[in-house]
């Protein structure tokens, strides 16, 4: 069975720290999204990551898919209040349309 | 450019009422549809989802169903709610397997 674990499962810290947040699972997978949602909305796509290795970075955010396609990382440089929300992580099922969801990381920046 | 409706965006309803929650994607054809329900907070439950008008995949046993009558047309429906329906539920849209998924707003559902 596939899953995705996410950690921590709550994040507190002041502006201007720094922070990771982690999305594992013992399956491979083919490619991993990370997602934010805000509260009373719908998540938003903030990136795919595809290959092994691979290290993306949308402003002060850098996301990482591990070698083995096991894993992923969503480093966020100098937090600010705007990136607070729920960090969502999500890989696609080997057998269909799905994509399997981690239980997400609920991130607070206090200004 | 693509955009996805979904609506309303809160709804109270009495137990045993019937419901009806619609979603409509713009701007693509033969998009993979999808119905979440999200606990407060928390994680998302895939409820249904079709990749294909009149093609309907359930995952969860519950008191609700769905019906794609129209290509970009997804509708979630119950005939009678139950207190346990509460929750906020979600409409996706994606172009296929392993591509991400657009989000609709959301609908916050009570049941009283």
């Known amino acids: 069975t596939q899953l995705l674990e996410q950690s921590p499962q709550f994040l507190s810290i002041q502006e201007g720290e720094n922070l990771t947040v982690y999305c594992n699972s013992s399956s491979v997978f083919s490619s991993l999204q990370w997602y934010r949602q805000e509260p009373g909305e719908g998540p938003v796509l903030l990136v795919t990551?595809?290959?092994g290795g691979e290290v993306k970075k949308l402003k002060r955010l850098t996301f990482q898919f591990g070698d083995a396609r096991k894993d992923s990382s969503l480093h966020i440089t100098a937090a600010q209040p705007g990136d607070t929300g729920l960090y969502l992580c999500a890989g696609p099922m080997d057998s269909n349309y799905q994509l399997i969801w981690g239980a997400g990381t609920k991130l607070i920046i206090k200004p | 450019s693509q955009t996805i409706h979904q609506w309303p965006a809160t709804l109270v309803q009495p137990v045993g009422s019937p419901l009806s929650l619609e979603c409509t994607v713009e701007?693509?054809?033969?998009?993979?549809l999808y119905w979440y329900r999200q606990a407060a907070g928390r994680g998302l439950q895939l409820l249904f989802y079709s990749v294909g008008i009149g093609q309907i995949s359930s995952e969860v046993p519950q008191n609700l169903s769905a019906s794609r009558p129209q290509d970009r047309q997804f509708i979630l429906s119950s005939k009678k709610l139950l207190l346990s329906d509460s929750g906020f539920y979600l409409c996706?849209?994606?172009?296929?397997?392993?591509?991400?998924?657009?989000f609709g707003s959301g609908t916050r559902l009570t049941v009283v």
């Open positions: 701007g693509t054809s033969n998009p993979n």
């Open positions: 990551v595809v290959t």
């Open positions: 996706a849209w994606s172009v296929g397997r392993g591509y991400g998924y657009t």
